[in-house]
């Protein structure tokens, strides 16, 4: 029974250390509209609006051609919500490598 314990406590420090762990690649950062338009148009999808959130991230938001203006709405309004969670994201790694970089010296 004690190994039993030990294998899920063993578990759960495995997965709490390295389950959790999230990486970007690329920048955070688009170039501008002639960016986005060319990134729209790679994915078979046309330019909708672009998201800015300071210094953190920006973003394009894509469209499927012919949509209405009722339903861009209710899309621009989940787009924009959602890339809240990826700013977060970036944020929380950027202050982990950071506070790594500051403490190693």
């Not at 909708?48 to 339903?71: I, K, L, N, R, W």
């Not at 309004?77 to 700013?87: H, I, L, N």
């Amino acid at each position: 029974m004690v190994n039993f314990k030990r294998a899920w406590i063993a578990l759960g420090l495995a997965l709490s250390t390295f389950g959790c762990a999230t990486t970007f690649t690329g920048s955070a950062h688009i170039d501008g509209r002639p960016a986005c338009e060319h990134q729209c148009r790679s994915e078979g999808m046309e330019l909708a609006g672009m998201v800015y959130m300071g210094e953190y991230s920006s973003a394009c938001v894509c469209q499927v051609p012919g949509q209405s203006a009722s339903t861009n709405d209710v899309l621009l309004g989940g787009a924009a919500a959602t890339s809240g969670g990826a700013v977060a994201a970036l944020t929380a790694q950027r202050n982990r490598a950071a506070n790594s970089s500051s403490s190693s010296r």
